[in-house]
Every structure is written in C-alpha cells, then in structure tokens.
Nanobody, 119 residues
Framework: QVQLVESGGGLVQPGGSLRLSCAVS????????MGWYRQGPGLQRVLVAS???????HYGDSVRGRFTISRDNAINTVYLQMDSLKPEDTAVYYC?????????????WGQGTQVTVFS
C-alpha cells in the first residue's frame, strides 16, 4: 500500500521559515510529479508548488520567490522550503504525488500538516 508521510509543519512567526518533507512508502514502480497543495480555513485546496521527476518546477503566484520545492529521487522524498512566511500562508499543507504501481499513474495524497503563521 502506497503512502505519503508528511512532516515539518508547526507554528512560526511572520518572516520565519519552515521546511516540509513528504516521503513515499510502499511498493511502486515509479513516481511522476510531486507537489504541495494547501487549504486555508474556508478556502479551496490550491496548488502551492510542483516538481516533475526531471526537476522542472512550478509555483503558485502567492509563493513564488519565497518557497522552494525540491525532491530527492533516491529516497522518494519531496521537500518544501518556506521562507518569509506570512499570516496568509496559514493552512493545512498536503503532499501530492502521481505514482505508478502497475497499470496507470494514480494520484496519492498525504494526511496533511498544519502550518500556522502568527504574530
């Protein structure tokens, strides 16, 4: 059973930094795109950043220049370095990945990790 296990959320003051990690566990053939989404209170889940297996990245407009996504294919892990955090970054952050286990790529989600930015 494939699982995405997240870590690294927490409380931070504005201007601070946090680093999220998400590791893929379980049997699989290959991992395609990986990324992070977030869902603030009363809001829809939106894309924060994504990265393809070859390293190409994409960022949402609100985080470009402040957040950095990266991945280590050797250990099936994706990271999100969050700098210059703002109160509006407060949300539950979800890891996402397209994973091939045989047959077709499927979308998998992590359980979510809370990030709270407060004064």
């Amino acid at each position: 059973q494939v699982q995405l296990v997240e870590s690294g959320g927490g409380l931070v003051q504005p201007g601070g930094s946090l680093r999220l990690s998400c590791a893929v566990s379980g049997r699989h053939v290959s991992i395609g795109a990986m990324g992070w989404y977030r869902q603030g209170p009363g809001l829809q889940r939106v894309l924060v950043a994504s990265i393809l297996s070859g390293g190409t990245t994409h960022y949402g407009d609100s985080v470009r220049g402040r957040f950095t996504i990266s991945r280590d294919n050797a250990i099936n892990t994706v990271y999100l370095q969050m700098d210059s955090l703002k109160p509006e970054d407060t949300a539950v952050y979800y890891c996402h990945s397209d994973i091939y286990t045989g047959g077709d790529y499927r979308a998998y989600w992590g359980q979510g990790t809370q990030v709270t930015v407060f004064s």
